[in-house]
């Protein structure tokens, strides 16, 4: 086989094989994004959301000073999760990447801000509700598209 001939299957060879390259990459940034945002959904939840629920920030609540803490150290912990996600949304062509990756900014926003809040001792009780608003709107928006968003369970360093 001469080399023309070489090249020529060489280069059909990788025309071919892009594609399936493509979608591979596809997939796992798809994964990626998904478990950036199941740890963040892990860390609001367990953290923050069920606390609230069972009064641990309220006036008189044992320990309320350092769950409250703890909530906002979890909080900036998600934060830096979501962030990562966005990076991955900022250059991608994939439909879902760019529908999800548009409501996580404001999501952001909101996460730092009561995070901020929490870890500095204030309680935010409008902040965390609004939070749990937008983290069902975020989830919803994922299932709909096909990926549900289920939370990863990972250490959180001093939690």
């Known amino acids: 086989m001469n080399n023309a001939r070489k090249g020529l299957v060489l280069a059909t060879a990788l025309l071919v094989s892009a594609p399936a390259q493509q979608a591979q990459a596809t997939a796992f940034e798809k994964a990626k994004f998904v478990f950036h945002l199941g740890v963040a959904y892990y860390a609001f939840n367990t953290w923050v959301w069920k606390p609230y629920r069972q009064y641990k920030f309220q006036t008189g609540a044992p320990n309320q000073r350092a769950n409250i803490v703890k909530a906002g ?21 994939d439909p879902f990447l760019k529908k999800i990756g548009s409501l996580l900014p404001n999501f952001s926003k909101t ?8 870890k500095n001792g204030r309680f935010n009780e409008q902040g965390i509700q609004d ?17 549900p968003i289920r939370p990863v369970a990972v250490p ?4």
Request: glycine share 8%; net charge neutral; no cysteine.
């Open 73 to 93: 150290l979890a909080l900036v912990f998600a934060g830096y999760q979501v962030n990562s996600a966005i990076r991955m949304t900022q250059n991608t062509n």
């Open 111 to 118: 996460l730092t801000n009561v995070g901020n809040d929490l």
């Open 131 to 147: 939070l749990n608003r937008q983290t069902n709107t975020l989830l919803n928006a994922a299932e709909s598209q096909g990926q």
């Open 156 to 159: 959180i360093p001093g939690l």
